[in-house]
């Protein structure tokens, strides 16, 4: 990857001579170990959701058999334990990508949640009628549809960014967009549909530049890459915990603590208070004021394992991996007649969307399961990117830390059937 692009920046403290051993990594994933219509499973459909190590699996069993209990609220032994451990993942957190501080590391449910709550809390505050917010035309629906809903209702308008035919990032046109009317840029780290990774760290200046806030949508980024909060100088940054071979339930919204604590609660309930009475009530800090209720306790364990297993394999090992599997399946899948990659950009991730001449993405994706292959088909909650395609769908392989070039023949051999199939 680029360096420009600021993945694969930071080392997190790893131990740079790490082999990388993808054989002893499989072994990690149980989940992996099986056959699918009598065929070995290939899992390629980890941008929709990634496989849990071993490690992840018995952390969140390990606290539910010796520590669980409810977190912040109780005296005894076990609900000391078990806000220690909640509360260590978010140190976690902070320590893995760099932020100034573990006030900054909210725990969501997930991106989808993450981006709702600063399109609540500090949209509907610091946002007004005629106010801009900038996105990219390759954004997920969960960052564009709050922000449609911020401008139903109080007026902001929305600017686009276009993408060229290779699915590269247009930051000429980026840069035009800008004005002083912008007041929020929210941008996609890394394209779930196409793989285009995005000068983010030029994006987020340009922003400031424009005395702009920028989001950023990192959902598909951080299980490729280290991201350094306080590099990017972002102000807020999301992603979820199951895309990052952590559990489903639990993501982050990382914000510059004093934007934190400038924004009102997205929610009210227990937990996010610090005295009510019926007259009046005051509010926790950042990161508590953001998070009511009972959280997700185990899940925040198994996010905190998830980030253990990944620094101590090496972000960067993983990225250099990635690209290996990226390149080569670019160039077996360039060779099977009547494929066609959708997204070609310069700086890309390890996911490729594909279509192929006179046959249905669907048709694929069912096709190729027969051979035990997943791949995720359809639109990848990324309409606009079809639809500036002209397609309807795509298939699209999606790599990991597990994945292998020998997965990557047995994708290719499956796609010959399908070719057969239709000829
Ligand atoms: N943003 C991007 C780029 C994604 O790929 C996804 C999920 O596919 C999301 C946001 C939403 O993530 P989640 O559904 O985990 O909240």
Redesign the pocket.
Known sequence: MNKDTNVVEIRHGVNSTTTFDVERIRADFPILDQSVYGKPLVYFDN??SAQKPRQVIDAMNDIMETNYSNVHRGVHALSQRSTEAYEAVRGKVARFFNAASENEIVFC?????A?NVVAYAYGRKFLSAGDEIVISHM??H??IVPWQMLRDEIGIVLRVVPIDDDGNFLLDDYAKLLSDKTKLVAM?H???ALGTIVPIAEVIRLAHDHGARALV?G??AVQHGAVDMQALDVDFYVF?S??LYGPTGI?VLYGKEELLNSMPPFMGGGDMITSVSFEKTEFQQAPLRFEAGTPSIVEAIGMGAALDYLDAIGVDNISAHEEGILDYATERLSQVEGLKIIGQASDKAAIISFIMDGVHAHDIGTIIDRAGVAVRVGH??AQPVMERFGIAATARASFGLYNTPAEVDTLVEALGAVREFFD
């Open positions: 941008g929709a449910r997930g991106g989808t949640e981006i954004e997920h969960s960052n996609t890394v394209s779930n949508d959902c598909q979820s199951h895309k993501g990848h909650c």
